[in-house]
């Protein structure tokens, strides 16, 4: 089975933190992806990567980073958390440009106090 | 602009149908797409239309016109384990980008 695996199911941070969520695919797929998922709201872009060093902002990209040093593996870092930023943090990957079929990882709830 | 709707919540009968709607306004539209997530879960996907007409997978089909700026998911013989949100996701152009409606959460009664 094809998997995306996010490291942590739930996170408890303090407001001014630096949080890194990390995010690996076994499927060799070139495209990655974070978003963050609000109630009420679709899901929002945040970065995604095409390739290993390479990293675009999507819609939302403040307040965000990213690393991609491997292709397995894409990291989102929160440099410094505020409350604003308590959100369910979803991770894709696609084998394809235009992301036709993605694969999720089962998120990470951050929560920032 | 940009914009995707479709119903918050729906309810239905174990062994019904049900159809959840979609309705967009983009520009350069080049596919739709259906995915299911249970509470707790990660999205997976279902269906991607982007040609007129109806796709059917087993007890799953996706309708889309695109003069309307329209689709809807059809299930059938509805199941316990359909209880889920449904998002609905459009792509524009060649944009990698998908705009995400804020899904449909459907409720199955026996």
């Known amino acids: 089975d094809v998997k995306v695996t996010q490291s942590s199911r739930y996170l408890v941070k303090r407001t001014g933190e630096k949080v890194f969520l990390e995010c690996v695919q076994d499927?060799?797929?070139?495209?990655m992806f974070w978003y963050r998922q609000d109630p009420g709201l679709g899901l929002r872009l945040i970065y995604f990567s095409y390739d290993v060093k390479m990293k675009e902002k999507g819609d939302i990209p403040e307040g965000y980073s990213v690393s991609r040093e491997k292709k397995e593996r894409f990291s989102l870092i929160l440099e410094s958390a505020s409350t604003n930023q308590t959100s369910m943090y979803l991770c894709?990957?696609?084998?394809?440009?235009?992301?036709?079929?993605?694969?999720f990882g089962s998120g990470t709830q951050l929560s920032v106090l | 602009g940009q914009n995707i709707d479709q119903p918050t919540e729906m309810t239905a009968t174990e062994g019904a149908i049900v159809q959840i709607n979609c309705t967009y306004q983009t520009s350069g539209f080049n596919g739709l797409f259906w995915y299911q997530q249970h509470a707790g879960e990660a999205p997976t996907f279902l269906s991607y239309n982007v040609l007129d007409g109806l796709e059917e997978k087993g007890r799953f089909s996706s309708f889309l016109s695109r003069s309307k700026g329209y689709s809807y998911l059809l299930l059938k013989e509805l199941q316990m384990k359909d209880s889920a949100s449904y998002l609905c996701?459009?792509?524009?152009?060649?944009?990698?980008?998908?705009?995400w409606g804020a899904g449909t959460k459907l409720i199955i009664k026996p």
């Open positions: 996701a459009v792509r524009e152009g060649s944009n990698y980008q998908l705009i």
């Open positions: 894709a990957s696609s084998s394809d440009r235009g992301g036709e079929k993605l694969f």
């Open positions: 499927m060799d797929h070139e495209n």
